[in-house]
Structure formats: C-alpha cells, structure tokens
C-alpha cells in the first residue's frame, strides 16, 4: 500500500501552452516542481523570481508547501502557470488578499499564444522576398 499525500488545495494556472497543476499543504516552505526541488527546475534566477512572487507579496514563503506538476510550453510559460496556479491556491487559503493579488497583476491569465502561419507567408506575418523581375 503506497502512501497517499493529503493536499489542502488544488489550483490550475495556464500560460501560452503550458498547464501547471498545483497542490498545497501547510508545511515549510517547500517547492516541488515535476518531482524536483524548485531551484534544480528553473536554474535561471528570473523563473525562481517570477515563481516566488505571489509568495513574497503576500510573505507567506514559510507557511505551505508546494507539489507541483507542469507540462506544455518553455521556462517562461511554465513559470507562468506556476505563478497563476500559486496564486489561485493562496487566494483560496485566504480570500482576504485578493486585492493584493490583484493590483500585483497575478491573477491575470496571460491568455496570448503563438500566432499560427498563414499560407504563402514564411511565418505568421512575415512575407517572402519580393521580386520585381
């Protein structure tokens, strides 16, 4: 018999084509990201910053623990997802600092994604070359 973590939150959070799944429990302070420790996960500083940063507004960094599954999209979509589902997570533990959250911008979902090609363009907007003979 495996032993089932109980979580007291469950929050979603997208960005670009990312989806990140957070659950959160009273704890430490620890972050798990895909089963790996948060710094491991992002090695740049600015994804760590942008993840941390519902956490620092509203200092509760000690106070819950973090387990987080994200798949889909690069670093800066996924460090999105995970800023929009920590937020939704802490807005549900305390509903007093939505407007924090708020003004901070991070309950926002960042809803802008690649632009598809079009046919007989070389991307979305650019054009091939033109000839005049």
Do not use: C
């Not at 992002?42 to 106070?63: G, H, M």
């Not at 549900?92 to 926002?108: C, I, N, V, Y």
Request: aromatic share 10%; charged share 25%.
């Amino acid at each position: 018999m495996s032993k089932a973590k109980s979580y007291d939150m469950h929050t979603i959070g997208r960005r670009k084509s990312a989806v990140a799944r957070v659950y959160v429990s009273r704890g430490t302070g620890k972050i798990s990201i895909n089963s790996r420790d948060v710094g491991n996960y992002f090695p740049k500083a600015t994804s760590r910053y942008i993840v941390f940063q519902p956490l620092n507004l509203l200092k509760v960094n000690e106070s819950y623990d973090f387990n987080i599954n994200v798949k889909g999209g690069g670093v800066t979509g996924q460090a999105g997802a995970i800023r929009l589902g920590i937020a939704r997570a802490l807005l549900k533990l305390a509903p007093g600092s939505r407007s924090e959250l708020k003004t901070a911008g991070f309950l926002t979902r960042d809803s802008r994604k690649v632009e598809r090609k079009k046919y007989g363009k070389s991307g979305a907007r650019k054009s091939y070359q033109f000839s005049k003979r």
